[in-house]
């Protein structure tokens, strides 16, 4: 064990970065954690408030048939996978274009 040089906490040997405060030892400073990781946003329901839950990537196969959400796809004729987000309440299902 080690102790943060930030706050003091017990570090594991094997880890650089301390879980309390993310200071790592390697860089000497404070991680700040990119806000755009997968699954990090955090979004209510447009209809009920209900927080959305993060289900997953879905990604597009070639000659996949889009039926009732053609329309909609075709905002994003250039991407090919999208985080899928879902109401666990209604049911509504939101869908947002990897940023980067
Ligand atoms: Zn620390
Ligand atoms: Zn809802």
């Known amino acids: 064990m080690k102790n943060c040089p930030n706050c ?3 570090i594991e ?5 301390c879980w309390n405060c993310n200071y790592s030892i ?3 400073k404070i991680i700040e954690f990119k806000e755009d990781i997968p699954g990090s946003r955090e979004l209510n329901c447009l209809r009920c408030e209900t ?17 009732v959400f053609g329309n909609f796809f075709e905002l994003f004729v250039n991407r ?13 299902v939101e869908f ?4 980067g």
Not at 57 to 63: A, C, K, V
Not at 80 to 92: A, H, R, V
Not at 96 to 99: H, I, Q, R, S, V
């Open 96 to 99: 947002f274009a990897p940023l």
């Open 80 to 92: 090919e996978t999208f985080d899928l987000y879902l109401c666990p309440k209604c049911g509504k």
């Open 26 to 28: 390697t860089e000497g």
């Open 51 to 67: 927080p959305m839950i993060f289900s997953g990537n879905y990604r597009f196969h070639e000659g996949t048939k889009l039926g």
């Open 13 to 17: 040997d094997s880890f650089n970065v």
């Open 8 to 10: 003091q906490a017990e």
